[in-house]
T-cell receptor
Framework: DAGITQSPRHKVTETGTPVTLRCHQTENHRYMYWYRQDPGHGLRLIHYSYGVKDTDKGEVSDGYSVSRSKTEDFLLTLESATSSQTSVYFC????????????FGPGTRLTVT | AQSVTQLGSHVSVSEGALVLLRCNYSSSVPPYLFWYVQYPNQGLQLLLKYTSAATLVKGINGFEAEFKKSETSFHLTKPSAHMSDAAEYFCAVSDRTGGDSSYKLIFGSGTRLLVRP
């Protein structure tokens, strides 16, 4: 299995509080991604990174920000959590020369009350 | 824009029966295609991928998929279902439409496979 960890694995927080989710990889892959998974929607891309300090928005980026200061870490921040951000969040990685197949972390279940 | 459609949010088969999960894509350029499986409370795991080599692709756990350009399809099959195949399956296509954006995948909404004893 690809070396991808996510922390925390579960979190319950209150509306309006900031939340940061961490993705850590040991594969030295260039690309990292944050998705959210909701019933009936499959996986939707929030933000992605194509290198250190290089990030871009996905299809559902409103209310989220990201940072990548090191190759191995990609942080997802909810500046002011809302109930609509209750979801399961997955981090993924990919690299050159492998047709960009993505490897996924175990997920973080976030509940905003 | 590229997109992926998975027909049937739920598919139910008997143990030992053929599994067929459908995936159709829209793409203006030859795509890379992927099938992923997700077991309960886990992340997604790559089952197989099509990268323009052989049109019939074999994956893990006895699954295979056939790329049919004329039908823009990439259906997933397994000759004989096992109880352990019960999971959610996602089809994905790489976005190769704009510059070097192949590293982005577009996922279908998923099909949950139920296997009856």
């Amino acid at each position: 299995d690809a070396g991808i960890t996510q922390s925390p694995r579960h979190k319950v927080t209150e509306t309006g509080t900031p939340v940061t989710l961490r993705c850590h990889q040991t594969e030295n892959h260039r690309y990292m991604y944050w998705y959210r998974q909701d019933p009936g929607h499959g996986l939707r891309l929030i933000h992605y990174s194509y290198g250190v300090k290089d990030t871009d928005k996905g299809e559902v980026s409103d209310g989220y920000s990201v940072s990548r200061s090191k190759t191995e870490d990609f942080l997802l921040t909810l500046e002011s959590a809302t109930s609509s951000q209750t979801s399961v969040y997955f981090c993924a990685i990919s690299d050159w020369g492998s047709y960009y197949e993505q490897y996924f972390g175990p997920g973080t279940r976030l509940t905003v009350t | 824009a590229q997109s992926v459609t998975q027909l049937g949010s739920h598919v139910s088969v008997s143990e030992g029966a053929l599994v067929l999960l459908r995936c159709n894509y829209s793409s203006s350029v030859p795509p890379y295609l992927f099938w992923y499986v997700q077991y309960p409370n886990q992340g997604l795991q790559l089952l197989l991928k099509y990268t323009s080599a052989a049109t019939l692709v074999k994956g893990i756990n006895g699954f295979e998929a056939e790329f049919k350009k004329s039908e823009t399809s990439f259906h997933l099959t397994k000759p004989s279902a096992h109880m352990s195949d019960a999971a959610e399956y996602f089809c994905a296509v790489s976005d190769r439409t704009g510059g070097d954006s192949s590293y982005k995948l577009i996922f279908g909404s998923g099909t949950r496979l139920l296997v009856r004893p």
